[in-house]
């Protein structure tokens, strides 16, 4: 079947996230002629949302310590986040007016704290570099000539638009509200790739304790955690910072890392988390704290006496774990009592049975094979003109402004290999 009309051009990029439109910005600064294609009504709106608003956009870290916080296929990366390293993504935000600063951990953010400048520089970027942007317009199908190379794609409208290249930019399937409904996934499967399995990233995770539930909303601040196999008590991860309790368990930045270094052992078995509330202090200088606690206020119910070394909606689960009642007086607890207490306070445990869902990850884990893929260019090894950047690879990073490094460079390497030599 032959339209009447075709608009054509060098490349069409799918999707106006975060990869789609550094892709777009570098082939059109190469020379080619752009068409970025996103079903959404407007671009990025993804980005909208990360980092809470803020846009955790990179890293200021050492390039070579990026590499450790790629939980899955780093090696891959070499290539594109050389290409395009973190160094030069601040750059590429500087140059085109956005103001940035540095946060602990080397985060990087626009200074304003919003993501919409974020998207606003990467807007006007791609209108600078001659960029034809079409949105609501959702693209459901690659068009592949008899020798497997590229031809264009067809919209839910039955239009086509032509091209010698084309890069899927679709993201992943979490936040399905932002559009990433794995629509390049499908492309991409039904042209012969291999997708990897697809399972929530960088999410909370579910626990088996009902008194949990009593502390949603809590965040304890610079905590320790273990998280060990139930069995072996073996220790599987060590963090430290936040953790904050749920409707559902627990989540926070340790958690987050957690869920993506160990959610696929979890579909298979339950884990133990083990929580030292008080880590600035071993267990002797906690039992003297306690100690003098009662001393000074001894005559204070225990949950009262409690409330100037725990935030008040843990005492109750604490004092309950311990079976001390609440109200028995400082002075009457008991030697063993006391131990058991400053136990608790340096080893909270929970079981983990599980991770969030796509609704509320932060990432996608799993994706198009990289073994599909060419790591200099991004292009397919399976369709000719074919080209992948960001979140639909089986890519994932930490949370730190990682997993956007991966998409700005990997939408760059795939942006730029149409022309050789180009710059951004």
Request: with cysteine; aromatic share 6%; charged share 25%.
């Amino acid at each position: 079947m032959r339209s009447t009309h075709r608009d054509e051009y060098d490349v069409i990029i799918v999707g106006g996230g975060a990869a789609g439109l550094m892709a777009a910005i570098f082939a059109a600064n190469s020379g080619e002629k752009v068409l970025l294609l996103e079903k959404n009504e407007k671009t990025g709106k993804k980005l909208y949302i990360t980092g809470k608003g803020r846009c955790n956009f990179t890293n200021a870290c050492d390039i070579e310590d990026i590499f450790p916080q790629v939980v899955s296929n780093a090696k891959f990366l070499y290539s594109s986040l050389y290409g395009f390293s973190n160094t030069d993504v601040v750059a590429f935000f500087e140059n085109n007016g956005l103001k940035v600063k540095e946060e602990r951990g080397k985060r990087m953010f626009p200074a304003s704290d919003k993501s919409s400048d974020v998207i606003r520089t990467l807007d006007k970027a791609c209108k600078n570099a001659g960029v034809t942007v079409r949105l609501r317009t959702e693209v459901v199908s690659l068009i592949i000539s008899d020798t497997k190379s590229i031809m264009g794609v067809m919209t839910s409208e039955s239009k086509r638009y032509m091209a010698k290249r084309v890069i899927l930019a679709t993201g992943g399937v979490s936040y399905p509200s932002t559009g990433s409904t794995g629509d390049g996934h499908r492309m991409a499967r039904a042209c012969g790739h291999r997708i990897i399995d697809m399972r929530p990233g960088l999410t909370g995770m579910t626990t088996a304790e009902t008194d949990i539930r009593k502390l949603q909303g809590l965040t304890l601040l610079n905590s320790a955690i273990k998280i060990r196999d139930k069995d072996s008590k073996k220790t599987l991860m060590e963090g430290f910072g936040e953790v904050l309790f749920t409707h559902f368990g627990v989540s926070g930045p340790t958690v987050l890392t957690a869920s993506s270094q160990l959610g696929d052992r979890l579909r298979e078995e339950h884990l133990s988390m083990h929580i030292d509330i008080k880590p600035a202090l071993d267990f002797e200088q906690l039992d003297k704290r306690v100690l003098r606690e009662i001393e000074n206020d001894g005559k204070k119910a225990m949950s009262n006496l409690m409330r100037s070394m725990l935030p008040q909606s843990l005492i109750p689960v604490i004092l309950k774990r311990c079976e001390i009642d609440p109200q028995k007086r400082g002075i009457d607890i008991t030697r063993e009592e006391r131990q058991l207490l400053v136990e608790t306070m340096k080893d909270f445990s929970v079981m983990l049975t599980g991770v969030r869902g796509f609704d509320e990850a932060i990432i996608t884990r799993g994706g198009v094979s990289v073994m599909d893929v060419n790591p200099q260019t991004m292009e397919s090894k399976v369709i000719s003109g074919l080209y992948f950047a960001g979140e639909i690879l089986d890519v994932d990073a930490l949370t730190g402004g990682y997993n956007l490094q991966i998409a700005w460079s990997t939408g760059a390497a795939a942006g730029r290999s149409g022309r050789e030599g180009g710059e951004s």
